[in-house]
Every structure is written in C-alpha cells, then in structure tokens.
C-alpha cells in the first residue's frame, strides 16, 4: 500500500504540490487538513479518543474526526469520507471556518496545517473504526471547554486551539 499523500499549501490556501504524509510531518511542512465536529441535539459535541498507536496524540481526546484532504477531493467531501471511515457514520457538514496552526510532538514530527474546521449534526451512536479511534463519548460543548481548561494534557493540540480562538465558530 503506497502512502497517503498530502496537499502542501501556501498561506493562501493555494496547492503548491504533493508530498508522503510522513515527509510533511517530519519537514513540518504546511500542508491542508480538516477538522470535522460533530453535534447533537442537546448541543453536546461526540468527541473521539485517538487509538494507542497513533503516530502522535495516542490516547488523547479530540474532535469528531479529523484528517488530510486527497487530491481534487474537497474539504467537505473529505469531512465525510473519512468520518465514516473513523466513525461508522455519515451526516451533512458544513464548513465553519480555517486557520494556520504549528505543533511540534516529542516524536521529532511537525503538525504544520491550513485546517478547515467542520460542523454537523448527528444523534446517533457512532460505529468506531479501532484501528482509528479507542473510545467516544458526547460531551457537552460549555463542559468541554472547561475541562480543556483543568486538563489541557487530555487533548489534542489542534483541538485545544480550536476551542481557544474559534470557540464561537462551533455552532450548529
């Protein structure tokens, strides 16, 4: 199996090429990826745990899926391609907002992405892919952000940034 690529960008948002997944995060190389979340009714947010053997943020809590775009795929059918494939469900998204963001992990790799942020609406129970993700659970969006504040080290990077500066973006 040949590795997934990635879409390197400019600061625009603009293709500049392609290049291995892996190569981009050890480069740190800025490339496009998404962020999908998902709500229910009750305004609680399905958050998933990143399975144990994850290149980086094993075991941590994060947003409803998140991944890299293909090549000539949209952010939006991306959203929903790889939600199914993490989750085991589908749902309508839309986009929210972007931004820019660097994170570096202690394994030498560089999250360097334009991530589109996503949001949908789904009230039931997910079928979670395990090679993907360890656990999930709904948790309300105020809760959320509370405990992202008592245990930042349970969350991913880009997650804990999202919820800093575009926490009035995650509306459904």
């Known amino acids: ?28 190389l800025l490339h496009r990826a998404f962020s999908v979340f ?16 994850k ?16 090549d000539g795929e949209t952010s939006l059918e991306a959203g929903s391609r790889r939600l199914f494939e993490e989750m085991g469900f589908e749902t309508e998204l839309k986009e929210s907002v972007s931004f820019i963001y660097t994170a570096p992990f202690d394994n030498g790799l560089t999250e360097h992405e334009f991530d589109h942020v996503m949001i ?9 892919n395990l090679d993907e993700v360890a656990s999930w659970k709904w948790m309300h969006i105020e809760a959320v952000k509370s405990h992202i504040q ?18 009035k973006h995650l509306k459904i």
């Open 1 to 28: 199996m040949t590795e997934e690529q990635v879409i390197l960008v400019d600061r625009n948002d603009q293709k500049v090429g392609l290049m291995p997944k892996m190569e981009a995060h050890e480069k740190g």
């Open 120 to 128: 949908g609406v789904y009230n039931g129970s997910p079928a979670i």
């Open 55 to 70: 290149y980086h943020s094993k075991g941590l809590w994060t947003n409803t899926c998140c991944s890299h775009q293909r």
């Open 38 to 53: 998902v709500f229910n009714d009750k305004n609680e947010l399905m958050l998933q745990q990143r399975a144990m053997h």
């Open 150 to 167: 008592e245990a930042p080290d349970q969350y991913t990077a880009w997650f804990k940034i999202i919820f800093e500066k575009f926490y």
